[in-house]
């Protein structure tokens, strides 16, 4: 088992930065691609962006690329998400998630899920 935690959302104006923080408790930290989801009202989750066990390989959605950018810190058991240049549409809950495989950019892919953060982007 492992369990996540997310932190780090808030309410940011449109071109600002925010840096959440997920941190991973339980298995072997550095066994498990990591990734963040997100979800906005009335649609589906969707992936974000992903890291690998190894943390050698990151995966971004196009909607990310440029401005997010993800990394792990194996000595904290934690893992970042940069997001700088937030635009209106960036607004949702975003998901930690652990994967036991390599790499993972499925949503059926991830076997652990954090319980989420508030990520509100103002125009």
């Known amino acids: 088992q492992v369990q996540l935690v997310e932190s780090g959302g808030g309410l940011v104006q449109a071109g600002g930065s925010l840096r959440l923080s997920c941190a991973a408790s339980?298995?072997?930290?550095?066994?498990?691609?990591m990734g963040w989801f997100r979800q906005a009202p009335g649609k589906e989750r969707e992936f974000v962006v992903g890291?690998?066990?190894?943390?050698?390989?990151?995966y971004y959605a196009d909607s990310v690329k440029g401005r997010f950018t993800i990394s792990r810190d194996g000595a904290k058991n934690t893992v970042y998400l940069q997001m700088n240049s937030l635009k209106p549409e960036d607004t949702a809950v975003y998901y930690c998630?652990?994967?036991?495989?390599?790499?993972?950019?499925?949503?059926?892919?991830?076997?652990?899920w954090g319980q989420g953060t508030q990520v509100t982007v103002s125009s």
């Open positions: 998630a652990a994967a036991e495989r390599f790499a993972a950019m499925k949503r059926y892919e991830y076997d652990y």
């Open positions: 890291i690998s066990w190894s943390g050698g390989s990151t």
């Open positions: 339980g298995r072997t930290f550095s066994s498990y691609a």
